[in-house]
């Protein structure tokens, strides 16, 4: 152990730090695999299909839970990132993950069929009542967290999920807050004001909705463009 901390020490210098799977084994990365800068973290593609998030925001460290990583893992929703491997530094603090690549090869949400709306919001609804089940609360999801990928709206960042009875109560309104942003900033493309964009969002997805409520809006409609095309 006292070698792997003067070895983190000389990695540190030169760039970077040694980063190891749960059973103590390293995990092999290079500066040249660095890809862009986040808010809070540095991200690495490794290779085509995966990318390596290292944390370095101390607010995000203090709130990721590996338990939750692997609860999120384990319920096995195709709308939420896939996690590879979960990576400690060599005091066993929890750091770093790999997640699969998901390309965001989606322009126009509006603009392809309403299915795809559709499913996806259901299949994030059914998962958050899953977590709101486990006391498990969706804290930073926001419609920048998603990634609108050709299989389906993918939830990329869980970090700052959190157990917390009292909040989990909001994942509903947290998921409905996102799909309403996503279709409100769609709509500022169609050159509407901030107002009717939010109003017309809002029509469709608001603190109460489900599937329930949204299926009937958007069912007679091929694409979500052509029931909003009836208010511009």
């Known amino acids: ?6 070895y ?3 990695i540190s210098f030169i760039g970077g730090f040694m980063l190891y799977d749960e059973l103590g084994n390293c995990f092999n990365y290079n500066e040249k695999q ?27 460290l203090d709130l990721m839970n ?4 692997n609860i ?5 929703n195709k709308n939420f990132c896939k996690i590879d491997k ?3 530094d060599y005091e066993r603090q929890f750091k770093a993950y790999t997640m699969k690549y998901y390309d965001s090869d989606i322009e126009d949400i509006l603009d392809i069929p309403i299915e795809y709306t559709l499913e996806s919001f259901n299949s994030i609804q059914q998962m958050g009542k899953k977590l709101t089940e486990r006391n498990i609360y969706m804290r930073d999801l926001f419609f920048n967290n998603v990634i609108l990928n050709q299989n389906g709206i993918i939830v990329i960042d869980f970090d700052n999920y959190e157990y917390s009875e009292f909040f989990a109560k909001n994942n509903k309104q947290r998921i409905n807050e996102t799909f309403k942003d996503l279709y409100y900033l769609q709509l500022m493309d169609y050159n509407l ?30 694409k979500p463009i052509d029931y909003f095309r009836k208010f511009m």
Do not use: C, G, H
């Open 193 to 222: 004001s901030i107002e009717v964009a939010n109003e017309l969002a809002t029509r469709v997805f608001n603190e109460e909705s489900t599937i329930d409520t949204v299926y009937p809006i958007l069912k007679k409609y091929k």
């Open 8 to 10: 983190d020490i000389l």
């Open 1 to 6: 152990m006292r070698f792997l901390f003067y």
């Open 34 to 60: 660095f890809a862009y800068e986040s808010r809070t973290a540095d991200i690495y593609q490794i290779n085509s299909e995966l990318l390596l998030k290292i944390i370095f925001s101390q607010f995000s």
């Open 72 to 76: 999120i893992q384990m319920l096995r």
């Open 86 to 88: 979960l990576l400690y």
């Open 66 to 69: 590996p338990e939750i990583f």
